[in-house]
């Protein structure tokens, strides 16, 4: 079992930045791929960014490519999501994820735990 947990989510205005971090325990970190997830009112989940298990590749959404960062410390077991040039259409409940495949696009049904989310809100 692994356990997620996110924090960082607030209200910022657009143009604002964000850094979202997600804290692991239980099994070892370093073995899962993690991955960040946003669903908005009335949408599905999508995704926004994957890390592999050494942290030496990455992908990200269309959406988000330039503006976010994602980045994982092994020794701290946690992932980060760093957030700029916000607009409101980043404005979602924002997941972790962590799971054993790493390929792009990632499958949601290969992530295996999931946090509990943390909301973003962008006001314009």
């Known amino acids: 079992q692994v356990q997620l947990v996110e924090s960082g989510g607030r209200l910022v205005q657009a143009g604002g930045s964000l850094r979202l971090s997600c804290a692991a325990s239980g099994r070892t970190f370093s073995g899962y791929v993690m991955g960040w997830f946003r669903q908005a009112p009335g949408k599905e989940r999508e995704f926004v960014s994957v890390?592999?298990?050494?942290?030496?590749?990455?992908y990200y959404a269309d959406s988000v490519k330039g503006r976010f960062t994602i980045s994982r410390d092994n020794a701290k077991n946690t992932v980060s999501l760093q957030m700029n040039s916000l607009e409101p259409e980043d404005t979602a409940i924002y997941y972790c994820a962590a799971g054993l495949v790493f390929r792009n696009p990632p499958r949601r049904d290969e992530f295996d735990y999931w946090g509990q989310g943390t909301q973003v809100t962008v006001s314009s």
């Open positions: 890390i592999n298990w050494s942290g030496s590749r990455t």
